[in-house]
């Protein structure tokens, strides 16, 4: 009965018979569009540095500039693969890190978060849209951008061991392009997105609250747990946990020493290990600990 | 239900007391300007009533409680901070979308009516427009969406005086009805003058005055008095009185019109002369006590 006679006010004040609310994924959906609007480089800068890795690649196979691993060599040809793919991930890094940083600092600095605050859209969905971006966004542009480059490589090096009369039979044995495909997406999502994932929540948390210097004030912590570490115990730990997380040294797979891990004839996935391991787990916890800190700042926060 | 309704509504900052228990009431349909000094209150008032700041007692905005549904809030309610909010690396296009695609009651071919009327291209970033053409868009964004409470802190600070009239002509002419009820906070005392059907002054964090025009009209009075009836019209205890060339200018509350004309020539006060007599006495009471 109320929510009958509640809609029938709703529909005589309005009219034009709008809908009165927006659904949280909508709103979610629009929150993610807008961080991508505003930082660019989530997407411009891994497609730069592909373009970066073709062109060495280019130059390699053409020219044949590099050393002998990186050369073109059919009977062992991951190397410039794993390459690409090393750089790829870092750049997943760099970009997930500086983006954090600036995530609920700049909407404060450049005064926008009065117009956000002034729409119908909570501090909870603004924050997990946000934090969506070094979760799921950037990963997928990151994985996707990296596969593109490694097939363009393909048909690269394939062209020339065509020209030069070789088989291209035995390059695409060797290489077993799906395998090292679905390793390489185990290794990213594994290491490279949950491993790393409570730093990143640590950065949001810290451009949520930081008035200037956010970069400090994050490394602050860490200088200062590791530092009083250092001195007094004489050992690293703490920043190395920490720094272990940003690589994503997490334990995720065995593999040949020296390989980057994605030749998979070498190289046997841990994920027993991996699910098994406080670091992920306790990781998670204070992730979700910072994003909820990071929601509740948010609603008391005012322009810088 | 009021559109607003606070009772002892209470925010310190520290030792600071930004706002020492104000009570308030506005009705639908209203437009209300909230005048003060710099540091009075104003904006932390209008920050409670957005559900931006935190604060003691009680404040139920369109029967909700803004700290707490904020963005439930917001779908009735809709402010301009100051023109320096649109985020500089936004398209007008990308605003569009975005508050289309978030605001359950903003009307996309509104807004773009009323973009076409201005020199704003869909396609320029907000760092490429003026400060004017930034209000205008804003202005733009904010009349199309059917909002119930319209909250306006210093909306044209900052802008040239073509620009600041054109500000509120649009919001009479193109958005004001008496379903809708606005609050604009302002120490451009003129430029609302002729906008407003209540006036609220705040000072120190308290209300100090708070009247509609009409009672502000028909209540206050003011004399250009010659010196040698100077002393008869203070004996009709004015609330001001200042100096002007050939006499003197007296303000009074609620003496008789006909009483007040045998002393000189009668005008109805500006918003500025009411504010200036009953502010400047407020202080001048808050001196004599702490003297």
Known sequence: MNIQSNAMTESSIRPQGMPAAISAARAMYWSIRRELWENRSIYLVPLAVAGVALFGFCLSSFVGIWEEPLRLNPAQPQAPYELAAGLMMLTGIVVSVFYCLDALYGERRDRSILLWKSLPVSDLITVLAKASIPLFVLPLIVFTVTLATQWIMLLLSSAVVLASG?????????????PMWLLLLYHFVTAHVLWPYPVYCWLLLVSGWARRAVFLWAALPVLVIGGFERMTFHTLHFAEIVGGHLIGNAPVMDMAPGSM???PLTTHVTVG????SPGLWIGLALSAVFLAAAVRLRRNQEPI | MSVIEARGLRKAFGATVALDGIDLRIEEGRILGLIGPNGAGKSTALNAILGLTQYEGQLRILGRDPWNERDLLMRDVCFIADVAVLPRWARVSQLLD???GVHPRFDRAKAAGFLAKTSIRHGSRVRELSKGMVTQLHLALVMAIDARLLVLDEPTLGLDILYRKQFYDSLLNDYFDHNRTIVVATHQVEEIEHV??????IDRGRIVFDRSMEELETRYLEVMVRPEKVGAARALKPMHERQAIGGSILLFNGVDRQQLAA?????????????VAVIGNQHGQAQGAAQ
């Not at chain 1, 290990?273 to 098994?276: E, G, M, W």
């Not at chain 2, 407003?196 to 002054?201: E, K, P, Q």
């Not at chain 2, 002393?263 to 504010?275: E, H, K, N, Y």
């Open chain 1, 261 to 263: 891990g994605l030749d």
């Open chain 2, 98 to 100: 975005y508050v289309a």
């Open chain 1, 273 to 276: 290990r991996f699910i098994s």
């Open chain 1, 166 to 178: 070789m088989s291209v039979g035995e390059l695409w044995r060797n290489l077993s392009i799906i």
């Open chain 2, 263 to 275: 002393l000189g020539d009668i005008r109805t006060p500006s918003i500025a002369d009411v504010f």
């Open chain 2, 196 to 201: 407003v059907t209540d006036v609220m002054f």
